[in-house]
């Protein structure tokens, strides 16, 4: 499974994040997938963002749920994330990702963590700064 992300890689503060990942050799409706985002700003550790599951209901870190939407086309097996209300803090690589998750939102999920071996498919990565 190859994952791509897509966006603009620069946000005035105050304005809305969007982004799109698109999915290729699998589907996004594949039973137990769940096609997470993650982040990472300059110097700190893999956060966890959110994710849409293989049925179609989003999840969210309890620190951005206010802030985040996650949404998917499956027409065109993608998924795409909007943070809004951005801020220079939200400077940082962002990340689509694959997991197997047949027992749900993981502990680490829950709490906002993003364990890199959790998700065995990962984009990219691009880098959205937050300046205006």
């Known amino acids: 499974v190859q994952l791509q992300e897509s966006g603009p890689g620069l946000v005035k503060p105050s304005q809305t994040l969007s982004l799109t990942c698109t999915v290729s050799g699998g589907s996004i409706t594949t039973l137990y997938h769940y096609w997470s985002w993650i982040r990472q700003p300059p110097g700190k550790e893999l956060e966890w963002m959110g994710a849409?599951?293989?049925?179609?209901?989003?999840h969210y870190s309890p620190t951005l749920r206010s802030r985040t939407a996650i949404s998917r086309d499956t027409s065109k097996n993608q998924f795409t994330l909007r943070l809004s209300s951005v801020t220079p803090e939200d400077t940082a690589v962002y990340y689509c990702?694959?997991?197997?998750?047949?027992?749900?939102?993981?502990?680490?999920?829950?709490?906002?963590?993003?364990?890199?071996?959790?998700?065995?498919?990962w984009g990219q990565g691009t880098l959205v700064t937050v300046s205006s």
């Open positions: 990702a694959r997991g197997f998750q047949p027992g749900g939102i993981t502990t680490a999920q829950s709490m906002g963590i993003a364990e890199r071996d959790d998700y065995p498919d």
């Open positions: 849409i599951t293989y049925s179609g209901s989003a």
